[in-house]
């Protein structure tokens, strides 16, 4: 069966510090791979995805970036933090073999101070 | 752009109760609709999936249904008990190219099943 991990599960980083959040899916190849922020009060927004290695599509323009060093591998990274970068972010991966229903990992909270 | 929307935004219900939960998207040209459950501090759980070729999916106590011409999904939760007691959120997808389908989601409906 699939898993997705996430990690670190929490995070506080001072404003202006790097950022780096990994996610690894496993049992599965070739998967789309997607990352999200979910704010207090608002919806989930797509930031990334990825359909393959070194392939990655922005959502929103901001000071966050995203790669794909690996088929299963998806890291969400910031060179400086700024306060509205908090929130929780989630990895998420879809295939063509389950009709491309996405399936989420357990999260990563940040606060940014 | 799609555009995701989902009422109440809040429910409380007592145990036993079957209830449903509504949601609306804006662009009939969905690829599939989801389902899903988010407990405080966690991720997702997908529930249901439902392809635009179908009309309704059930797993369990739940039944969700799509409607593409009025736009609208429903959630139906039979027999609801505390442990239902979370935020559900509808997502549509739709193909954003290269094998990629994005969703775009609702704000969620947060339901408490009181004891």
């Known amino acids: 069966s699939q898993t997705i991990h996430q990690w670190p599960a929490t995070l506080v980083q001072p404003v202006g510090s790097p950022l780096s959040l990994e996610c690894t899916v496993e049992?599965?190849?070739?998967?789309?791979l997607y990352w999200y922020r979910q704010a207090a009060g608002r919806g989930l927004q797509l930031l990334f995805y990825s359909v393959g290695i070194g392939q990655i599509s922005s959502e929103v323009p901001q000071n966050l970036s995203a790669s794909r060093p690996q088929d299963r591998q998806f890291i969400l990274s910031s060179k400086k933090l700024l306060l509205s970068d908090s929130g929780f972010y989630l990895c998420a991966w879809s295939g063509w073999q389950s009709n491309y229903e996405q399936y989420f990992g357990p999260g990563t909270r940040l606060t940014v101070t | 752009k799609q555009e995701v929307t989902q009422i109440p935004a809040a429910l409380s219900v007592p145990e036993g109760e079957n209830l449903v939960l509504n949601c609306s998207f804006t662009?009939?040209?969905?690829?599939?609709l989801q389902w899903f459950r988010q407990d405080p501090g966690k991720g997702l759980t997908s529930l249901l999936l439902?392809?635009?070729?179908?009309r309704e999916q059930t797993s369990g106590r739940l039944n969700a249904s799509l409607d593409k011409s009025s736009g609208r999904s429903t959630l139906y939760i039979a027999a609801s008990q505390p442990g239902d007691s979370a935020t559900y959120l509808c997502a549509g997808a739709a193909y954003s190219g290269a094998g990629s389908y994005q969703l775009t989601f609702g704000k969620g409906t947060k339901l408490s099943v009181i004891p």
């Open positions: 662009d009939s040209a969905i690829y599939n």
């Open positions: 439902i392809q635009s070729s179908q």
């Open positions: 049992g599965t190849s070739n998967p789309n």
